[in-house]
């Protein structure tokens, strides 16, 4: 099993939808947790960065972790074409990544119809 | 603001042909990371540099090195080149006194080896 599940998609709804992107993970050490939102052939771009438990809200996207239960998820308000890309969680035990870098999910491929 | 810049954007080698990849942090970020991307696959580590000093080694294969030089620029040298190493390179870098923020991604290196 790997260390990091997420539903590869492709997730399709319609602009203006509030979409939910989810991971879960079994790796208790985790403490840092991120998003990135990677278009085709680019590089990942970070969206959002959470330490241990908690919400986060940035805009249009907010960040929940819940450490108890292994899971975290990215939610998207007044979703628009744009967000079309593919979503990867990302998560670490050290700032950083330490020896093990980054643990990323598979990423979510979102579709959002105009 | 000034971004990772990674070069080239792409390349098209041989097998058992060499390869250098570079990357530019963005200033004043002390720490480069290297990361690589299969089709349809999640970014994986491969090593880390902290100060020009490795910090961190992940799943590099002994054919690959890679340094951090005095202007904080890394590269990633590739030898013996296999059909298998055809992957996005991605390079990020990030700041010792602002790890609570995630690193920021490079927009790679498409490497073909043919």
């Known amino acids: 099993q790997k260390e990091v599940e997420q539903d590869p998609g492709p997730l399709s709804v319609p602009e203006g939808a509030i979409v939910s992107l989810n991971c879960t993970y079994s790796?208790?050490?985790?403490?840092?947790f991120m998003w990135y939102r990677q278009y085709s052939r680019k590089g990942p771009e970070l969206l959002m960065y959470t330490y241990s438990s908690g919400n986060k809200e940035d805009g249009r996207f907010t960040a929940q972790v819940d450490k108890s239960s292994k899971y975290i998820s990215l939610f998207i308000r007044d979703s628009q074409p744009s967000d079309s890309a593919t979503y990867l969680c990302?998560?670490?035990?050290?700032?950083?990544?330490?020896?093990?870098?980054?643990?990323f999910g598979k990423g979510t491929h979102l579709i959002i119809q105009p | 603001a000034a971004g990772v810049i990674q070069s080239p954007r792409h390349l098209i080698k041989e097998k058992r042909e060499t390869a250098t990849l570079k990357c530019y942090p963005i200033?004043?970020?002390?720490?480069v990371y290297w990361y690589q991307q299969g089709p349809g696959q999640d970014p994986q580590f491969l090593i880390s540099f902290y100060e020009k000093m490795q910090s961190d080694k992940g799943s590099i294969p002994d054919r690959f090195s890679a340094q951090q030089f005095s202007d904080y620029h890394s590269e990633l040298n590739m030898s013996s080149l296999e059909l298998g190493d055809s992957a996005l390179y991605f390079c990020?870098?990030?700041?010792?006194?602002?790890?609570?923020?995630?690193?920021?991604f490079g927009s790679g290196t498409r490497l073909t080896v043919v």
């Open positions: 200033p004043r970020h002390d720490t």
């Open positions: 990020a870098s990030s700041s010792s006194w602002d790890r609570n923020y995630g690193y920021t």
């Open positions: 990302a998560m670490s035990a050290l700032p950083g990544g330490g020896a093990d870098g980054l643990t």
């Open positions: 790796n208790s050490a985790f403490q840092y």
